[in-house]
């Protein structure tokens, strides 16, 4: 088989379009651009972002974004802080006293990241799964206040 003796498939390759050869050829005339506007100029390059006079997509969607006002946020606390503390009972005024979090009032969850070796009695506002196990596997207690 010599590259100059293949061919295609059957019905595999089309018939290009002859434009602009007379009105019996179906594109005589306006060769399949339609009547006036930028598109039948020649020089026209239809830009992908082009949405035919439509007010385009970036101008429709708004600028600034979204903001969910009933996002929770969470203050985040690992596992391993809280054995390094020490201390047994640990609630939101004992983290943030001692500058685990930054506010008592907002919101504090407790991460599973670290080891735990000692009984905790633990309060915050939400536990990862991951937290809750290890707190109860090494004999302490999750309160969710």
Not at 57 to 75: C, D, H, S, V, W
């Amino acid at each position: 088989m010599k590259l100059n003796s293949l061919t295609p498939v059957p019905g595999s390759t089309k018939n290009r379009k002859r434009v602009g050869r007379g009105h019996g050829s179906g594109l005589g005339k306006s060769a399949g651009r339609g009547d006036k506007g930028a598109g039948q100029r020649s020089g026209f390059k239809r830009r992908p972002w082009f949405e035919g006079g439509q007010m385009p997509l970036a101008r429709r969607l708004p600028r600034r974004g979204f903001t969910n006002i009933f996002k929770k946020e969470f203050q985040i606390v690992n596992l391993n802080a809280l054995g390094d503390l020490g201390i047994e009972k640990i609630d939101a005024q004992i983290m943030f006293q001692k500058g685990l979090v930054r506010s008592a009032l907002k919101p504090i969850k407790i991460l599973g990241d670290g080891e735990l070796n000692m009984k905790l009695e633990v309060t915050a506002s939400a536990f990862s799964t991951s937290a809750k196990e290890k707190i109860e596997k090494a004999g302490g207690t999750v309160t969710v206040q």
